[in-house]
């Protein structure tokens, strides 16, 4: 079983920045893709971002674009979302995924981080 442990959400005022962080164990990732999703209060979960670990293809929300960049360290096992000029409306918990290349959706999940971004 793969774990995904997440780090580096918190408190920021609305133009600041944020890393945030996720360590995998267990199981090489090299045939896996990354993703970040978020789920704000009374909103369904939606796709951030996401990161192919074969090709490195990326894939960002229409809501993030130009403003969040993720990326990965394989050595590290890490991926990361940078997150910059925040806006309250992305205030969410966000959570880190992993998907097999052939399966139909991400099948393991971090815990979940809180985002919290004042105005």
């Known amino acids: 079983q793969v774990q995904l442990v997440e780090s580096g959400g918190g408190l920021v005022q609305a133009g600041g920045s944020l890393r945030l962080s996720c360590a995998a164990s267990g199981r090489t990732f090299s045939n896996y893709h990354m993703g970040w999703f978020r789920q704000a209060p009374g909103k369904e979960r939606e796709l951030v971002a996401r990161?192919?670990?074969?090709?490195?293809?990326?894939l960002y929300a229409d809501s993030v674009k130009g403003r969040f960049t993720i990326s990965r360290d394989n050595a590290k096992k890490t991926v990361y979302l940078q997150m910059n000029s925040l806006k309250p409306e992305d205030t969410a918990v966000y959570y880190c995924?992993?998907?097999?290349?052939?399966?139909?959706?991400?099948?393991?999940w971090g815990q979940g981080t809180q985002v919290t971004v004042s105005s």
């Open positions: 995924a992993a998907k097999r290349v052939a399966t139909s959706s991400f099948d393991y």
């Open positions: 990161i192919n670990w074969n090709s490195g293809n990326t």
